[in-house]
């Protein structure tokens, strides 16, 4: 599910009002509706951050944690409140990373069907705008790398680390994994691209 970070409030469970980009690595909702989260941003300084979230109403504690990497305490806005509560009240799980970055928030949820459905028909009125399904699936239990792609791409990947496509030096070309899995050399190439452009970018987070 993504969150448009131009609902403001809508998205205030990421601490960093810059629209960096990175992801929420750890997240603990307190008694008290605060949250616990240990961010972690891909190329900004974690000492700009910090430093940007020392006037932050909203910010009840922070530290720097390494180059990348903030622990904050924070208050979200009653949005977030509201969604998170709903987690509590069907039953689901919110997994992590949460990724973030100027425009969205991606979060993954885990839970049985019916109970994700009710859980976006309660979903607040101002909220359904900001908000949308990006893909319905089975967990697998797979990494996070992995289950990012499709059954197809999973089997291309498969197809093109057991050609050695990825050793290093490259021992094949688009072309022969394009014949070890009976497609045409444009449609290898398109697999491929679509599986690096989706697993390379998880990885500098």
């Known amino acids: 599910m993504t969150v448009g970070r131009s609902g403001g409030d809508a998205a205030r469970l990421v601490p960093d009002r810059e629209g960096r980009r990175g992801t929420i690595r750890t997240l603990h909702v307190c008694p008290d509706e605060s949250v616990l989260e240990l961010c972690r941003f ?12 020392d006037g932050d109403e909203d910010v009840r504690d922070h530290a720097v944690v390494d180059e990348r990497t903030v622990y ?18 069907h039953h689901l799980l919110l997994d992590t990373p949460v990724r973030f970055d ?25 909220a359904r705008a900001d908000m949308c399904v990006e893909r319905l699936a089975e967990y697998t239990g797979e990494d996070d790398l992995r289950a990012a792609l499709t059954d197809r791409q999973r089997e291309v990947l498969d197809a093109a680390v057991a050609a050695g496509y990825y050793e290093d030096p490259r021992g094949v070309t688009v072309a022969d994994v394009a014949d070890a899995l009976g497609v045409s050399v444009s449609t290898a190439s398109e697999h491929l691209r679509k599986i690096e452009a989706r697993v390379l970018p998880r990885l500098a987070t």
């Open 42 to 53: 891909a190329e900004a300084d974690a000492r700009d951050v910090a430093a940007a979230l």
């Open 72 to 89: 904050v305490h924070l208050v979200p806005g009653a949005r977030v409140r509201a969604l998170l509560a709903l987690l509590v009240s």
């Open 102 to 126: 100027a425009e969205r928030v991606t979060v993954t949820l885990l839970g049985r069907a019916r109970h994700i459905t009710a859980a976006a028909d309660d979903l607040p009125d101002g």
